[in-house]
C-alpha cells in the first residue's frame, strides 16, 4: 500500500496529538467527566456535573480544579450549587430575574470549606482539591449542580457544549469531546435511581503540555566512575524545537 503525503500528514498529525496527552507514568490515568441530567425545566434542564480523579498517584490540590466550555447555541446558567462561575458576563438583556452567568465560555471553580449548607450538594466545597481514587475514594470525586436555560430541553435536541478545558490548576489536561453514555445510575439504600440522560467525557494528562521544558534529566554514571555524565542537549522539551538534535531523549 502506498500512502500519499497528504494521508502520511495525516497520520503524522493523528499521532502527535496522541502523544501530547498520553502520560507514561500512568498510561491509564483519566479524569472523567460525567453530565448527569437530573430534570427538565420550562426552558432548559438542571444537571449534576461530576469529575472523578481515575489516576494513580496525581492528586488535584488547592487553588483546585477550574472547568470550562463553550455553549453549543445561547444557552446560560439560571443558578449553581457547589461551584460558581467566575465572570458573569453580558446579562443586560435579561430584566427581573437574573442568570448566574451568561457566557459563552464560562469558567466554573469549586467553593471553598464552610460554603453555608444551601449552596452545597455532595463533594463539593472542597476548594476544588480531589484526590486519587485508589489512596482516597471517598475524595475522588467534585461535584456541581447548574441550572442551564436556553436549552432545548428534550433527549434529542438538547446540545453538548464543546471545547472542554481542564485545569487542575494549571495546564496539562487534554479534554476529549462528550458523547452520550449509558445514564448514570444513584444508589440511595435500598432504592436505585436513574439519571434521564448522561455525557461523558476524560481528560488525559500529560507533563509536556504542563511544562514547555520539564526538569527530568537525570545525570546517569556507574558507581566506579568519579565522572559526572552531562545531560544531553535537549533532554526535555524536544518537541517543541525547530532544530534537530541527535541527542535528544524523548
Known amino acids: 500500500m502506498v500512502l500519499t503525503p497528504w494521508a502520511l500528514c495525516l497520520i503524522l498529525l493523528s499521532c502527535l496529538s496522541y502523544s501530547e496527552a498520553y502520560d507514561s507514568l500512568d498510561p491509564n490515568g483519566n479524569i472523567t467527566i460525567k453530565w448527569d441530567f437530573m430534570s427538565w425545566t420550562p426552558d432548559g434542564y438542571v444537571a449534576v456535573v461530576t469529575m472523578y480523579n481515575y ?5 488535584i490540590q488547592p487553588p483546585g480544579w477550574q472547568l470550562s466550555w463553550t455553549w453549543a447555541k445561547k444557552e446560560v446558567i439560571w ?3 457547589g461551584a460558581l462561575v467566575t465572570e458573569q458576563g453580558d446579562c ?12 459563552r465560555d ?3 471553580v469549586d467553593l471553598l470549606p464552610g460554603t453555608p449548607y444551601n449552596m452545597q450538594i455532595a463533594n463539593c466545597c472542597k476548594a476544588g482539591a480531589i484526590s486519587t481514587i485508589n489512596q482516597d475514594p471517598a475524595n475522588a ?3 456541581f449542580q447548574l441550572s442551564v436555560g436556553r436549552a432545548r430541553n428534550t433527549k434529542k435536541t ?3 457544549p464543546k471545547n472542554f ?3 487542575a490548576p494549571g495546564p496539562g489536561y487534554t479534554c476529549g469531546p462528550a458523547k452520550l453514555v449509558e445514564s448514570t445510575k444513584f444508589v440511595n439504600g435500598r432504592r436505585t435511581t436513574e439519571a434521564l440522560m448522561t455525557w461523558s467525557l476524560t481528560c488525559t494528562y500529560s ?5 514547555k521544558v520539564p526538569s527530568c534529566c537525570v545525570s546517569l554514571s556507574s558507581f566506579y566512575n568519579d565522572t559526572v555524565v552531562d545531560c544531553p542537549t535537549c533532554s526535555c522539551g524536544c518537541q517543541n524545537s525547530n532544530t534537530k538534535h541527535r541527542n535528544c531523549v524523548k
Do not use: D
Open 158 to 160: 438538547v446540545k453538548v
Open 106 to 108: 464560562p469558567t466554573v
Open 92 to 103: 443586560s438583556e435579561f430584566k427581573g430575574n437574573v442568570p448566574h452567568s451568561c457566557k
Open 141 to 143: 470525586a467534585s461535584s
Open 55 to 59: 489516576q494513580q498517584c496525581r492528586h
Open 79 to 81: 443558578s449553581m450549587e
Open 207 to 211: 507533563q509536556f503540555l504542563a511544562q
Open 165 to 167: 478545558n481542564l485545569k
